[in-house]
């Protein structure tokens, strides 16, 4: 699918596709974008991102040309504004996982957005509140590993790419369209947190949670309504960092 046939068949879908072929961040011109005005669900795609940011403001690791590193814009101002905004990266991650669920692969979700394949990561998802005349925005930034054929040693075990793991090279247009597409309807639906249950491989095991300054091993037993995972020993984290512990 080329750019023009990718523009034409996001009509109806989502806003404005810009596509820069190198950018530091596309969340940072998104951002720019938005408070100059842009509309909800305008999207920002770049073949090489050079200063890219993971959740945590851990680095991102970008080959040009074999992902899709992209920011989308979402803008709300009604009353259920809070929880839209709240579960936005929720629904970005359920929004991916089911796009490649469709497309063959036995996915699942690292709480809280962590996409899996083979318990190894292939996307990351990074999403900036804005405050804007118009309403609250979210600018949600994702890097899916699509071509990539290898990575660095120091995340070769715990990355991984679509091509990898379904042993073909895959059309990034197609897949970025998919996944717009399926999050556009997933904003507002009413069985999102059914959906992301379903999906969330942490719940029933034992994890480590770091929380920024204290770390401490626990049970996830659930998620709450707002996404929020719930503990063995009644808390609920919001936000943190959480390991998959392997049990003997």
């Known amino acids: 699918m080329s750019l023009s046939e990718m523009q034409k068949s996001l009509q109806g879908i989502a806003g404005t596709l810009v596509w820069l072929e190198e950018t530091d961040s596309t969340n940072r011109v998104l951002r720019e974008m938005a408070l100059g005005g842009a509309e909800h669900l305008t999207v920002v795609a770049t073949d090489h991102q050079v200063a890219g940011r993971g959740r945590l403001d851990r680095s991102w690791f970008s080959q040009p040309g074999a992902a899709i590193q992209c920011s989308t814009l979402l803008v709300f101002g009604d009353e259920h504004e809070q929880r839209r905004v709240g579960l ?24 809280p957005n962590d996409v899996l394949v083979s318990q190894k990561k292939v996307s990351g998802i990074l999403s900036e509140l804005i405050d804007l005349p118009r309403g609250s925005a979210v600018v949600l930034g994702i890097g899916i590993n699509v071509n990539n054929a290898s990575f660095p040693p120091e995340i070769a075990s715990t990355a991984t790419s679509l091509a990898i793991e379904g042993g073909r090279a895959w059309d990034r247009w197609e897949l970025l369209r998919s996944f717009i597409a399926r999050l556009s309807g997933l904003i507002d639906a009413a069985d999102l947190i059914v959906r992301y249950r379903a999906l969330c491989s942490t719940i029933g095991k034992q994890v480590r949670v770091d929380t920024g300054g204290v770390t401490f091993n626990a049970t996830a037993t659930g998620l709450d309504s707002w996404g929020g995972l719930v503990l063995a020993d009644g808390q609920v984290l919001h936000v943190g960092d959480i390991t998959h512990l392997h049990q003997a």
């Open 88 to 111: 936005s990266n929720v629904a970005a991650a359920v929004a991916l996982a089911e796009t490649l669920t469709e497309a063959g692969l036995e996915v699942a979700i690292k709480w």
